[in-house]
């Protein structure tokens, strides 16, 4: 059964920095598309970031390039998304996504199109007050 738990979300003000982490199980981890997805209230769930998790290019939203960072532990099989200069508009649930079995070279196009993920962790909230 495959599990995402993110955690270390927060309330932080402008100009401040946060590390989520997604702790995934119950798949081959070295060879998923993850992703980082966000979403506000009233709003679309927008992608974030994505990666795959053997290796090759990391994809990033316009709106976060140059201030967020995705990262990973092999070890722990823990996904982490920093996020440095946060703006109130970064104010979202941000959720885990991992999918399973594709081609890596799929992964950047993902970052468009969160139904193509089949696993979502519960999310956790950033808040960043002005």
């Known amino acids: 059964q495959v599990q995402l738990v993110e955690s270390g979300g927060g309330s932080v003000q402008a100009g401040g920095s946060l590390r989520l982490s997604c702790a995934a199980s119950?798949?081959?981890?070295?060879?998923?598309?993850m992703g980082w997805f966000r979403q506000a209230p009233g709003k679309e769930r927008e992608g974030v970031a994505t990666?795959?998790?053997?290796?090759?290019?990391?994809y990033y939203a316009d709106s976060v390039k140059g201030r967020f960072t995705i990262s990973q532990d092999n070890a722990k099989n823990t996904v982490y998304l920093q996020m440095n200069s946060l703006k109130p508009e970064d104010t979202a649930m941000y959720y885990c996504?991992?999918?399973?079995?594709?081609?890596?070279?799929?992964?950047?196009?993902?970052?468009?199109?969160?139904?193509?993920?089949?696993?979502w962790g519960q999310g956790t909230q950033v808040t960043v007050s002005s």
């Open positions: 119950g798949y081959t981890y070295s060879s998923a598309c």
């Open positions: 996504a991992a999918e399973v079995g594709g081609p890596w070279y799929a992964c950047g196009a993902r970052l468009y199109s969160p139904a193509d993920f089949g696993y």
């Open positions: 990666f795959y998790t053997g290796g090759k290019s990391t």
